[in-house]
């Protein structure tokens, strides 16, 4: 948490994904306010889709808190458009 108050995202992401998976099973308050920091240093760190994604994650969170401070966050972030092949581009 501490790399990210002093900007060093890419540090932070390492130790708060380490943190994260170690603590899985926990649901402690220590492990939402990692997540929490997880998905800033994911924003700031230019890792959007992982932002959005463990912030939609932690929307179904059965911690009212936890899952209300998600909603809120991802109301900024547009709906996943599904991918219609027909627009893709293929190139030779």
Known sequence: MEAVKRKQYSKAVQALEAFCNSQAHSRSKEYFQAQMYLVRAYQENGQSSQAIALCREMAACEYTQVREWAQRLCQ?????????PKQQTHLP
């Open 76 to 84: 900024r972030y547009p709906p996943a458009k599904p991918v219609n």
